[in-house]
């Protein structure tokens, strides 16, 4: 399994349902069930589904599913990378406690988890 690290306050929207829209400057060819680690904190603290991947998109697109990003049209004023896209986020879970695991030197967008932590994220 692997993890996708996510800063807290977007966490929050998504675990909320405010967003389903992960924006990344690359597309993705994971898909499925994926572990969300919490950045800068060595935890998992959910699951969800990569469902596809949408894009590249315009800053139309963006304005445009705003509430999908998590955020108000009027607040997206510029694409956020030269190539965007949206990771469509789905089966969302908030784990009852956050799992730790060790965080490989480098990563920065996806983690390899290790079975032990996939046993307890899983369970």
Known sequence: MRGLLIKREFLELIFAGKKT???RGSRSQIRGLIALIE???G???GTCTL???VGPLTLKDM???AKRIGCKA???TSKYYKNTYAWVLGNVVR???PVPYKHPSGAVIW???YPAVVNKVQT
């Open 21 to 23: 829209w992960e924006i």
């Open 111 to 113: 983690v390899r988890l």
């Open 95 to 97: 784990l009852p406690r």
């Open 74 to 76: 009027e607040d997206i």
């Open 43 to 45: 935890t998992v603290v």
């Open 39 to 41: 950045s800068a904190t």
């Open 51 to 53: 469902d596809e991947v």
């Open 63 to 65: 304005q445009a599913n």
